[in-house]
């Protein structure tokens, strides 16, 4: 999707207000703003509602509604934020406003106009995703302790390729490194013994909103 009005706005899913289900800040209160897009079609996704549809919205009324929360940390998520060009506005305003601000991204986009104040989640996308051949790969060069990468894995062979990534790429010398299974595809239980088996230096996550609510939106 292009960003293609003229006023200063972004489309937006939704905004709400919810425990952080994933990353470095899982379990923290949180405010989520789902922008609308994403050109990519992960065979596992699960926010496909966000593909298309939303809300135009001036920026200072989404930051007025954030603030309304009265919760310093704030999620900027999608479908891929990053498809909106005004997302790079969003996130320097949020800071500016004083919130703790974290990006979900695909990592099939740019992530180095992202002001440096925000937490990068970069996803990079295993085959099992079906989009592993849009991962930007010189995103990785942009990267710094303050960012996060995500691996969401579906199987055995996404496992391997994960790990393959992290050794050659050198990953955990960039930042934090999140191994997550798929919900519903992989068992955690089956994860938790690969990491440990193979003496990964990663950190395992589940997704903690679907443990709680299950497939509920908003969440």
Not at 4 to 22: C, K, N, Y
Request: glycine share 8%; with cysteine.
């Amino acid at each position: 999707m292009s960003d293609t009005d003229p006023a200063g706005r972004l489309r937006v899913t939704e905004i709400f207000h919810s425990l952080q289900g994933e990353a470095r800040d899982a379990g923290r209160p949180t405010v989520f703003v789902r922008l609308t897009g994403c050109p990519l079609r992960c065979v596992w996704c699960d926010t496909e509602y966000a593909f298309q549809g939303g809300l135009w919205r001036a920026i200072d009324t989404i930051v007025e509604e954030v603030a309304k929360y009265k919760t310093r940390h704030v999620c900027v998520t999608g479908g891929e934020p990053l498809a909106q060009k005004r997302c790079l506005d969003l996130l320097a305003r949020l800071c500016d406003a004083g919130f703790a601000v974290s990006l979900e991204t695909s990592g099939a986009l740019d992530v180095s106009g992202v002001d440096r104040r925000v937490s990068r989640v970069m996803d990079l996308k295993a085959p099992g995703s079906g989009e592993s051949a849009r991962n930007l790969w010189s995103n990785l060069d942009a990267l710094s302790a303050h960012d996060q990468i995500k691996f969401v894995l579906a199987d055995r062979t996404d496992y391997d390729w994960a790990c393959a990534v992290l050794r050659e790429r050198e990953l955990p010398k960039r930042c934090d490194v999140l191994f997550s299974p798929v919900w519903g595809k992989l068992a955690p239980r089956d994860l938790a013994q690969w990491i440990l088996d193979d003496r990964l230096p990663v950190r395992m996550q589940v997704q903690l909103h679907k443990i709680l609510w299950g497939e509920e939106k908003g969440r």
